[in-house]
């Protein structure tokens, strides 16, 4: 039996549906391999915190106190 419509789905649809599939396989791969690191000892699981927050923030000249005139 032959299809009685035109093709409802427009190519933008299509092109969403697949950035969003392929994104879901990419965070499904990063959760499994951080779950792997976890049960290799390699990730401490408390230390949640970016990179940039460890460390010491740079002093600026905004930072710095002003010069006593």
Do not use: C, F, Y
Not at 1 to 25: D, F, I, Q
């Amino acid at each position: 039996m032959a299809s009685h419509g035109k093709k409802k789905t427009t190519m933008a649809k299509l092109n969403r549906e697949a950035r969003l599939r392929e994104r879901r396989v990419i965070k499904a791969a990063n959760k499994q391999a951080r779950q792997q690191q976890r049960s290799e000892g390699l990730v401490d699981v408390g230390s949640r915190a970016p990179l940039q927050e460890l460390a010491e923030p740079a002093v600026t000249p905004l930072d710095a106190a002003p010069p006593e005139a």
